[in-house]
């Protein structure tokens, strides 16, 4: 179906700034201007528009869709990323099964769509020596049944190392050859390589330092290039990870990365919190990226990622949610609104602009996922769009409309969501999916893992 949205109070569109309308056509933006007229050789769908502001989908660069089962478990509340991991995620994971991990999946995407969001890169890390296809299955699937565009990085170790998670719960790895050939099946059956995709795989390691031995990390890189995919993984989170490099492998995180092949603009790393000047130059020079997901980083005392001196070197920025067992929301425009005002808290008022922001959560993530086509609205792009609802009070005294859902925060009203010019949100409604059943099935799912667990 084409759309005409009309009478909009802004539009965040760097190249029409004075926009008030936009449309849709074939899931793509053809026209954006003011005073735009319905075209009847080519029948569309008008929407008013009033009340709300247009901006570009969000894109999660960083997320753990399973953990959206896992929120505010108390064991976890007030540890540390090392002895969390043992307490919250690795306790739980073994006992997730496919039907827990859709429901988990639906939920994460959920809270997503809801906070604005288009497109999802999750790290999805429930694979061990026998881990059934069907856990991985049901993420595909509630991604493709909410028609969000998903990127999942698809989590791995070959030893149990120093991650205490894993020595903890003996939870036994995989080979490299199971990496490899699994990697390939998800390749085959799901992975697209169009300027529009809907679905990519990425090769994700889940920890550099702590659970992959140089071979299989090696052997990872050589394969993703050779099929033209991206690299993710974890990073230099908390300082224990230089602390293990150096003990382990006699070198800095950073160049443990490098020489094992991992650094380069396919690749981006999650957190990189405590990344020193040294780290910073090796990152922008070799133009690997960062998910900044300074919410998750804030609930562990990981620390604040130094994103505006990386953004000052040219490292390029994206951010994420992380996963909910660690950042209950799941919102991405808190993770805006929290970029925004950490790093000045930090740094002095100058150190983030509103508009830089809103790029970092966009455009920017959208490049280092390498959905070619998104990002920002643009004649031409994907039509991935989202309108918020800021004909409310709270919205009412601000100075600047356009920006207001990111100065602002949470709660907010999407009222309308569209992904490659399908309406997935309609008057904050959800496509496919029932709140009320949403919620029983996810406290069923709850109460199930507690009781396994």
Request: proline share 5%; net charge negative; charged share 20%.
């Amino acid at each position: 179906m084409d759309y005409l949205i009309k009478n909009a109070v802004a539009i965040a569109s760097p190249e029409y700034p004075d926009a008030r309308d936009l449309r849709i056509r074939n899931g793509y933006i053809v026209e954006l201007g003011d005073a735009l007229v319905p075209t009847p050789e080519n029948p569309e769908t008008v929407i008013d528009a009033s009340g709300c502001v247009v901006w570009p989908g969000l894109v999660n660069t960083h997320h753990h869709l399973a953990q959206s089962i896992m929120k505010g478990v108390p064991e976890g509340l007030n540890q540390n990323l090392g002895s969390w991991l043992s307490s919250v995620p690795y306790r739980f994971w073994p006992k997730v099964t496919p039907d827990l991990m859709y429901h988990a999946a639906r939920l994460g995407l959920y809270e997503l769509i809801r906070s604005g969001t288009t497109a999802c890169a999750d790290h999805h890390y429930l694979y061990h020596s026998t881990t059934s296809p069907e856990l991985e299955d049901a993420v595909w699937q509630a991604a493709e049944e909410l028609g969000i565009r998903m990127v999942l990085c698809r989590g791995s170790a070959t030893e149990t190392g120093s991650h205490e998670g894993m020595i903890e719960h003996a939870i036994k790895p995989e080979t490299i050859e199971q990496i490899i050939d699994r990697l390939d099946a998800t390749r085959k059956k799901h992975h697209q390589t169009g300027r529009d995709a809907m679905k990519k795989l990425v090769v994700a390691p889940t920890s550099l330092i702590h659970s992959s031995s140089p071979e299989s990390l090696k052997a990872q890189a050589t394969w993703a290039r050779s099929n033209g995919l991206k690299m993710n993984s974890h990073l230099l989170e908390v300082t224990f990870d230089e602390t293990q490099a150096r003990q382990k492998y006699g070198q800095s995180a950073i160049d443990y990365a490098e020489s094992c092949g991992w650094l380069g603009k396919d690749v981006w790393y999650a957190h990189l919190v405590h990344s020193d000047d040294y780290a910073i130059e090796r990152l922008a020079a070799t133009q690997t990226g960062i998910a900044h997901c300074p919410t998750s980083n804030c609930r562990l005392g990981s620390g604040i990622a130094p994103v505006t001196r990386m953004a000052e070197a040219g490292v390029p920025i994206s951010l994420g949610v992380d996963g909910s067992a660690s950042a209950e929301s799941g919102s991405m425009l808190q993770e805006l609104n929290l970029t925004w005002l950490i790093h000045r808290a930090k740094n002095g008022p100058g150190a983030t602009t509103l508009e830089q922001v809103l790029e970092w959560g966009s455009q920017s993530g959208a490049d280092i996922l390498g959905l070619e086509n998104n990002g920002s609205l643009t004649v031409g792009k994907c039509a991935d769009l989202v309108l918020y609802d800021i004909d409310k009070p709270r919205f009412a005294g601000v100075h600047m409309p356009l920006m207001s859902p990111l100065m602002c925060g949470e709660p907010v009203h999407v009222r309308d969501s569209f992904i490659q010019g399908r309406r997935i949100a309609s008057d904050g409604c959800v496509a496919g999916l029932d709140e009320q059943e949403l919620t029983r099935n996810v406290q069923n799912s709850v109460a199930t893992l507690l009781e396994n667990a």
